[in-house]
């Protein structure tokens, strides 16, 4: 196989992937204005459902556009020898593979971020504006960015450095160490991203004292779970959205409420979304996702070392001189494909896990208020109750609402 050949692949592949993606997202549209249910008439009235399909079909447009001026974009990249360029810049500050690499990287995603930061702030203040979710001031949308090259830089280009180290010392035995370093890291992350991490954009306080409180609290004792760490956080800070999820294990347990649930939602109904998320730690959900995490990154990581040493990348690319940072990009776009596929197989574990949540919550508190609290977070974030199969097989992670509600009143 040449270079050139191999161009092709690369070319091929973002092409079909853009083109799978935009059939999806039509036949997906197309269902906009499907008549609800009988299950779901309740969820909106006329003028809120009317609300909500101008809200799928200008994201459907906004969408449309965006990923059409990222493929552009990515092909002109690849006619003008962008990644040469770039690869030419870096080596002109040092000789040293680790520092080219960052600053390669660096590059990429600084240049990418800046590219791309109209089209997030159209989303965020124009159409999340116009329909009344956007509460993100400009000063925080700015901090957020800020902050979030920080951490790029300083965890994403501490690991990238560390494997490259691994690489020049190891050779392909390389994949061994940074398998070992990434699961460090993602055991770390899960069991601390709410103490370290959340704390850098959001303000989390302990639930205070009170009736929801001790709602909580008995529900938790009657089925065993210990938790004396129920957190709020100033998710309206960013949005009208509502959330809630569990993180951590053991002492750093804890189940974290967005002030906007505890707004929407009544009590019963807030204790059902937390029965639900107890049952993800009961059914042992969390453990069954990081071990599959880890183990598809050390899949990833070991056909990583197989080919990353293989000129025919870096050259593909249109860079001659052969190195790690090139071949790494040149892997990620045709193991594409293959993270497709674990992809999909993930996203059906994961609705299978809310399936069996839903049924946690269902037998050890209610089931009418766990749908209750669905219906009301899907008319306030207008979500699409009409979803075409296809599209909720290839994207979603939790089952469509009516299937949810109809497993839940069975």
Avoid at 195 to 206: A, D, E, G, S
Avoid at 236 to 245: E, G, P
């Amino acid at each position: 196989m040449t270079s050139q050949t191999l161009l092709y692949i690369i070319i091929g592949i973002i092409i079909v992937n853009f083109i799978i993606d935009k059939i999806l997202d039509t036949l997906n549209a197309k269902h906009y204005n499907d008549a609800l249910p009988p299950e779901l008439q309740d969820v909106y009235d006329d003028e809120e459902y009317k609300k909500s399909q101008l809200y799928k079909a200008t994201n459907h447009k906004f969408s449309n556009f965006t990923s059409l001026f990222s493929l552009v974009l990515t092909l002109g990249f690849f006619y003008f020898d962008g990644f040469e360029f770039v690869d030419n810049i870096a080596r002109s500050y040092s000789d040293n593979n680790i520092v080219i690499a960052l600053i390669f990287f660096g590059i990429i995603m600084l240049a990418s971020d800046i590219i791309t930061t109209p089209f997030a702030y159209y989303k965020t203040f124009v159409i999340e504006e116009k329909f009344g979710f956007n509460k993100t001031t400009v000063k925080t949308f700015i901090l957020d960015k800020i902050k979030g090259w920080l951490m790029l830089a300083i965890i994403g280009g501490g690991i990238l450095a560390l494997i490259i180290w691994f690489y020049e010392f190891t050779g392909n035995a390389f994949w061994l160490y940074a398998w070992a370093l990434v699961t460090v890291f993602t055991v770390f992350m899960n069991m601390f991203y709410s103490r370290l991490i959340v704390p850098l954009f959001n303000k989390q306080t302990p639930l205070e004292e009170g009736e929801l409180r001790n709602k909580i609290s008995a529900y938790a004792k009657s089925v065993g779970f210990k938790l004396n760490k129920i957190f709020v956080i100033d998710g309206s800070k960013r949005s009208t959205k509502a959330n809630a999820y569990f993180s951590g294990f053991g002492s750093e347990k804890r189940v974290t409420l967005y002030d906007t649930l505890i707004k929407d939602l009544d009590d019963e109904e807030i204790v059902a979304v937390l029965a639900h998320e107890v049952g993800h730690y009961k059914r042992k959900h969390i453990i069954f996702n990081l071990i599959a995490s880890i183990a598809l990154t050390g899949l990833t990581l070991y056909l990583l070392s197989i080919f990353v040493s293989n000129p025919l990348l870096s050259n593909a690319l249109g860079v001659e001189i052969p190195s790690f940072h090139i071949g790494l990009i040149a892997f990620g776009m045709l193991y594409s494909p293959i993270s497709e596929i674990t992809g999909l197989i993930m996203n059906y574990m994961s609705r299978k896990f809310e399936y069996q949540a839903d049924n946690y919550a269902k037998l050890t508190y209610t089931g009418e208020h766990l749908i209750t609290s669905l219906k009301k977070l899907s008319k306030n974030s207008l979500s699409n109750l009409t979803p075409h199969k296809a599209y909720v097989f290839m994207h979603y992670s939790h089952p469509t609402l009516l299937q949810r509600i109809k497993n839940l009143s069975s």
